[in-house]
């Protein structure tokens, strides 16, 4: 089935270490995006990719990287930088038009401790 | 980037008509107006979308103000699935740039 698939699901990380959430579409999307949802709040954009090898930061990029070398993927690494890196993860993917629906992936929940 | 603004919660009976209200005044000409929902722990699910006129699809309608400064989602007859937080978006070249959502209570 077509569609966008994050893991691992669940992700608990000792403070100070680095970690890489995956993010994998076969939608053929050329667009792809990283938001961040803390509880009770609505998704804030971390970083988000239009092409391959080209990526922008979005408002909260600082403490995150990210890379997009093929189409279908674009993993989100969470640095020992972010100050406060616990929070849900998600990922989202559409074509670049405006007009067209972004697909999410289910998200990933890091736990830092 | 489009700022949203829309009320913290609404509540609604079921097989009753739902008004969702967003204002977003910064909206450029050529952004889209998105509506998704989420549930807890999920990812947000695409509602519907459009430019200037009023939009229908098999899950809800979506009525433009003719400024373009805000839009209205209407679910004409709320069920207990609907209940979830609304997020209404700009998509400015696809990019998405969310607020904090009306949470949906429907109750039965």
């Known amino acids: 089935d077509g569609g966008i698939t994050q893991s691992p699901k669940y992700l608990f990380r000792k403070e100070g270490q680095n970690v890489t959430l995956s993010c994998e579409q076969n939608?053929?999307?050329?667009?792809m995006y990283w938001y961040r949802q803390d509880p009770g709040q609505g998704l804030r954009l971390i970083y988000y990719?239009?092409?391959?090898?080209?990526?922008q930061k979005g408002d909260i990029a600082e403490g995150y990287s990210v890379s997009r070398e093929k189409k279908e993927s674009f993993p989100l690494t969470v640095t020992s930088a972010q100050k406060n890196p616990t929070a849900f993860y998600l990922c989202?993917?559409?074509?670049?038009?405006?007009?067209?629906?972004?697909?999410f992936g289910q998200g990933t929940r890091l736990t830092v401790v | 980037d489009a700022k949203t603004t829309q009320p913290n919660s609404m509540e609604s009976n079921e097989e009753e008509p739902v008004h969702l209200p967003c204002n977003h005044s910064?909206?450029?000409?050529?952004?889209?107006i998105h509506w998704y929902r989420q549930l807890p722990s999920q990812g947000p699910e695409y509602v519907i979308h459009?430019?200037?006129s009023n939009v229908n699809n098999r899950m809800a309608s979506l009525a433009i103000a003719e400024d373009r400064k805000s839009s209205t989602l209407i679910l004409h007859r709320a069920t207990l699935r609907d209940a979830a937080v609304y997020y209404c978006?700009?998509?400015?070249?696809?990019?998405?740039?969310f607020g904090q959502g009306t949470i949906l209570t429907v109750h039965p």
């Open positions: 978006t700009g998509a400015s070249y696809g990019k998405l740039t």
């Open positions: 990719s239009q092409i391959v090898n080209d990526f």
């Open positions: 989202a993917s559409s074509n670049r038009a405006s007009n067209t629906e972004a697909f």
């Open positions: 939608l053929n999307h050329d667009a």
């Open positions: 459009g430019l200037t």
């Open positions: 910064t909206i450029s000409g050529t952004d889209y």
